[in-house]
């Protein structure tokens, strides 16, 4: 199985701020990897797909980059709306496998 | 637009089947264009995935699951299910349906709580 090590596992940030979260596979997957936001109580959200392309709707201060094994969810500007749990998604071999998630919070 | 509903038991017993149906509106499930599968997450903690099945008929799931579980597709009526035998208090969870697309899961229920106690 792939494992997927997510990292930061918690985060605490200002409105305004950059944050990066990384993925790391522990081998490659090409760019077979989403990022999702999942709020309380709520369905996961795609934001990103092949680790670089914007899902429809999302704003643009979302943004991934990497290939292979490593991987990054940007956010250029929080917004109070964007605290919230992110996963990544690996979907390169079966069992598909999430990292462990990242919970973004308020500083 | 694609939507996804989950339906089924929200409490089972210990060692009966979980059966969860999810119902695909706004598409053909039969569609090649995606693919579906059942992801859950156990309170407090992070995302697990079930399994898919493809349009051809092809299953795979996680191997963790993999002799208690069975995915299976009713194309008469748009749905998808999932069984999930000789449950334990470890399967309590909330279970999402999805749908996939080449860039993974996409489309995805709400989701349901199942609660496994005697």
């Known amino acids: 199985d792939i494992q997927m090590t997510q990292s930061p596992s918690s985060l605490s940030a200002s409105v305004g701020d950059r944050v990066t979260i990384t993925c790391r596979a522990s081998?490659?997957?090409?760019?077979?990897l989403g990022w999702y936001q999942q709020k309380p109580g709520k369905a996961p959200k795609r934001l990103i797909y092949?680790?670089?392309s914007l899902q429809s709707g999302v704003p643009s201060r979302f943004s991934g980059s990497g290939s292979g094994t490593e991987f990054t969810l940007t956010i250029s500007s929080l917004q109070p709306e964007d605290f919230a749990t992110y996963y990544c998604?690996?979907?390169?071999?079966?069992?598909?496998?999430f990292g462990q998630g990242t919970k973004l919070e308020i500083k | 637009q694609l939507q996804l509903q989950e339906s089924g038991p929200g409490l089972v017993k210990p060692s009966e089947t979980l059966s969860l149906t999810c119902t695909v509106s706004?598409?053909?499930?039969?569609?090649?264009?995606?693919?579906w599968g059942w992801i859950r997450q156990p309170p407090g903690k992070g995302l697990e995935w079930i399994g898919s099945?493809?349009?051809?008929?092809?299953?795979y799931y996680n191997p963790s699951l993999k002799s208690r579980v069975t995915i299976s597709v009713d194309t008469s009526k748009n749905q998808f299910s999932l069984k999930l035998s000789s449950v334990t208090a470890a399967d309590t969870a909330v279970y999402y349906c999805?749908?996939?697309?080449?860039?993974?899961?996409?489309?995805w229920g709400q989701g349901t709580t199942v609660t496994v106690s005697s």
């Open positions: 999805a749908g996939g697309d080449p860039g993974g899961m996409d489309v």
């Open positions: 706004g598409g053909s499930i039969s569609s090649s264009s995606y693919y």
């Open positions: 099945i493809y349009y051809s008929g092809s299953t």
């Open positions: 081998q490659g997957i090409r760019n077979d």
């Open positions: 092949a680790a670089s």
């Open positions: 998604l690996q979907h390169n071999s079966y069992p598909h496998t």
